[in-house]
Nanobody, 115 residues
Framework: QVQLVESGGGLVQAGGSLRLSCAASGSIFGINLMAWYRQAPGKQRELVAVIITGGNANYADAVKGRFTISRENAKNTVYLQMNSLKPEDTAVYYC?????????WGQGTQVTVSS
């Protein structure tokens, strides 16, 4: 059984920073993808950033240059450093893990950016 536990969300003013963390526990072996998605009210869930075991990462155009995804493989933990936050970044952020053909989701953490 794999579980993802997120932390680090909150309220921040525009231009500020937040760091999200997601720790995975359970049977995780081999190459995997860890990612962050977000879902704003009334919108579909969208990919924010993804990183594979080896460290290669990709980002949505909306966050390039402002967000950085990283991971500690020994801890099965992924991070999302969010800088220069904008009100449009307001959403529930979800951690996502793909491993051995299965997909797992965290419970989500709220990020609110005030103008």
């Amino acid at each position: 059984q794999v579980q993802l536990v997120e932390s680090g969300g909150g309220l921040v003013q525009a231009g500020g920073s937040l760091r999200l963390s997601c720790a995975a526990s359970g049977s995780i072996f081999g190459i995997n993808l860890m990612a962050w998605y977000r879902q704003a009210p009334g919108k579909q869930r969208e990919l924010v950033a993804v990183i594979i075991t080896g460290g290669n990462a990709n980002y949505a155009d909306a966050v390039k240059g402002r967000f950085t995804i990283s991971r500690e493989n020994a801890k099965n933990t992924v991070y999302l450093q969010m800088n220069s936050l904008k009100p449009e970044d307001t959403a529930v952020y979800y951690c996502n893990l793909k491993v051995l053909g299965r997909t797992y989701w965290g419970q989500g953490t709220q990020v609110t950016v005030s103008s």
